[in-house]
């Protein structure tokens, strides 16, 4: 009944609806974590509105409710879209769908600002189109919720439904986990994680319990994985039965610790967590939700270089991570492009720490030292060969087919998103040869008169839409025209 304030109900719908509004917020950033925090804070939502029973207010929160939910697969999308992922339109389709689902007998189903979300569910048809939605749910104001009608108690104190009369215990209940967040050495945790091998990391977990099952006295999260001599490098953690009653939050360190370097072109360790109550006979089950997936690189670029520059082959690494996703890209392709970037990576470092090309240097000579350097490396050799004839054109050098287009900027300083223009010669060119992905390394030689900054910004990675297709275009710049350090400060 409404005859008094539930001041209770009020303070865990009005926290859960903070923790929807702060995870809507950052929903479409190019973060994994960020959508996870989404999924976490709908099943938190939806769980406290469970113990509602119906009502005009109540159904304001449901239609909501209801809303923020079909728009976490639509931020998964964009996501999906973002990192180049294989069959990304299965997110906007499970939206559409589950918008086309909601019965129109249920109370909330008339609620004016649900009924016009839908029609921009149904309308949808572009990413961009997103962060309209996303506004339009940030500004949906709700009611104060402190008059609230709950479900039924039975006599152990749970909320039932009332159902013709009848009040029938629930002896048992289903218990999520839901892993919010990772943490290595107070840093969260990101799609792919770089970790030394043989360096110990201070790997922190955070995990919400919704319920905790009647009888279990602690909960346990192990790492698993395909290997199982791998188990062992990623800590377990153990959690005894906190007192009160639920939710839980409930956080753990332990130590990290890749014990075998990998190779550059292997993928990277691959961790799945697992939560088990140690008695489960009464609990329906334990739901297990949110990030708790690590994939952990274990590259030593020190006794394993790929460029000689232990930033940039660190920036190399995340670049291959990327491109790894992007679909069509063949696997021998990539791993050569990245035998590629190393040199170039190496040419770009040199050029910043020797200061190898000076002001006005041609095209010509740019191209000729670049073969020198190239060449001179014994994973590139022979298979560097130059003016190969594709698409009725000649390419400045390619590598097992990969193109390499060589140019030179005199004028002022550009960064890689500026080079666009060549985008397209080079795109024709990979085309031409049967690839997918291009390179495109410009040295720039523009007076300068102040730093530019560091070679990571100056290695990006652009997708290039030619007609139907796209072809991946890898831009390497290479600085030069840089006067004497203690010119600076003259």
């Known amino acids: 009944m409404k005859s008094d304030p539930n001041l209770e109900i009020f303070r865990r719908v009005f926290s859960s609806r903070i923790e929807v509004a702060a995870a809507l917020e950052g929903a479409l950033k190019p973060s994994q974590p960020e959508i996870e925090l989404l999924k976490v804070a709908c099943l938190n ?20 409710c209801t809303a923020v939910s079909i728009f976490t697969p639509l931020a998964e999308w964009k996501h999906s879209v973002r990192n180049a992922v294989q069959d990304s339109q299965r997110f906007l389709s499970s939206a559409k769908l589950r918008s086309s689902e909601i ?20 309308c949808l048809k572009e990413v ?9 749910l940030k500004c949906w104001s709700l009611p104060l919720l402190l008059f609230s009608n709950l479900r039924h108690r039975n006599g152990q104190g749970l909320r039932v439904p009332n159902l013709n009369g009848s009040s029938k215990k629930l002896e048992k209940l289903e218990s999520t986990v839901a892993f919010l967040k990772f943490d290595i050495d ?28 009647k009888g279990a006295g602690a909960l346990s999260l192990r790492p698993v994985t395909i290997d199982v001599r791998e188990q062992s490098w ?17 956080t753990g360190t332990g130590r990290a610790v890749l014990e075998v370097a990998q190779s550059f072109g292997s993928r990277p360790y691959e961790f799945l967590y697992a939560a088990e109550f140690d008695d489960m006979s009464k609990c329906l089950d334990v739901a297990v ?23 940039v082959d660190r920036h190399l690494l995340s670049i291959r991570n990327r491109l790894r996703a992007y679909p069509g890209l063949n696997s021998d392709d990539l791993s ?11 040419i770009a ?40 004839e594709a698409a009725g054109g000649i390419t400045d050098l390619t590598f097992r087919n990969i193109p390499i287009e060589l140019k030179v900027e005199h004028r002022k300083t550009l960064f890689p998103k500026d080079f666009s223009n060549f985008f397209n010669q080079t795109a024709l060119y990979a085309i031409g040869l049967g690839k997918r992905i291009g390179i495109l390394s410009v040295l720039d030689v523009s007076p300068k008169s102040t730093p530019v900054g560091i070679i990571e910004d100056d290695i990006q990675v652009f997708d290039h839409q030619v007609g139907h297709s796209s072809v991946v275009i890898v831009v390497v710049v290479v600085r030069g025209g840089f006067p004497k350090p203690s010119s600076y400060s003259r």
């Not at 000579?365 to 190969?388: N, V």
Request: hydrophobic share 35%.
């Open 45 to 64: 939502f939806e769980a406290v509105l469970s113990e509602l029973d119906k009502g005009a207010v109540e159904d304001q929160y449901r239609a909501y």
């Open 103 to 122: 019965d129109p007998s249920l109370s909330f189903a008339a609620n004016e600002r649900l009924v016009i979300f839908l029609e921009k569910i149904e």
């Open 128 to 136: 961009g189109e997103l962060t309209t939605i996303q506004r339009y």
């Open 186 to 213: 107070g840093e969260p945790a990101k799609n792919w994680n770089y970790l030394k091998p043989g360096t110990a990391y201070d790997l922190t977990v955070e995990v919400r319990v919704s319920h905790w099952p």
């Open 234 to 250: 990623l800590p377990s953690f153990k959690f005894n039965e906190p007192k009160g009653g639920g939710p839980f939050s409930l």
């Open 289 to 311: 939700v949110g990030h708790r997936r690590l994939l952990l690189e274990g590259v030593d670029v020190v006794s394993d270089p790929l460029s000689g520059f232990s930033s």
């Open 336 to 346: 050569n492009a990245m035998i590629v970037l190393g040199g170039l990576g190496n």
């Open 349 to 388: 470092g040199q050029a910043l720490k020797d200061a190898t090309f000076e002001v006005g240097t041609s095209e010509r000579a740019f191209q000729k030292k670049s073969t020198e350097i190239l060449r001179s490396r014994s994973d590139i050799g022979e298979g560097l060969q130059g003016h190969l």
